[in-house]
């Protein structure tokens, strides 16, 4: 039962079982503007790069899928 509880909780992404909450955060970055505004932030975009090229022994071998990851460039990254 635990689990089943634990599961509930990390419903859309988000640590909420409250289906309001869950269509407001879907809502929210599914507008272009948010993900450009994620894309532009270039102190974010580039940590985040750079942590996966510092690590790339993490990566070597793996293989990148994307699957709803918003604009995709971490999986760029990755991959």
Known sequence: MEKEEEAKTRTGGIHTNDAGSVQQYFKF????????????????????RRAIIENRIDFEGKVVMDVGAGSGILSLFAA
């Open 29 to 48: 970055y599914s507008k272009l503007q948010n993900q450009q505004n994620m894309l532009m932030d270039e102190i974010r975009t580039s940590l985040y």
